[in-house]
C-alpha cells in the first residue's frame, strides 16, 4: 500500500474564533493574509497558526484514499 504526507495548519480567526485549516506553505511559509468566511475580518494566518500537523494518507493500488490518520505533530 502506498502513503502521502501533507503537511497542514490550523488557523483560528482573531476576532470570531472560526477555525480553518490550510496547506502549511501557504500559510506558515508564506504567512498570507486570509479573509474569515463567517465575521469577513482579514488576519495574518501565519501570527494565528494553532497547529502545524503530518497528516498521512493510505493510498490503494489505483491511487484512491483508503485511510488518513495523523502522522505527527510539527509545533513545539
Sequence with gaps: ????????????????????VDASWYVAEIGSDMGCGVCRSAFNSKRNITDRVLLKFDLDEGGRVSGVSLSKSLLP
Design 1 to 20: 500500500m502506498a502513503e502521502a504526507l501533507f503537511d497542514v495548519s490550523v488557523t483560528r480567526c482573531p476576532r470570531c474564533g472560526k477555525l480553518y
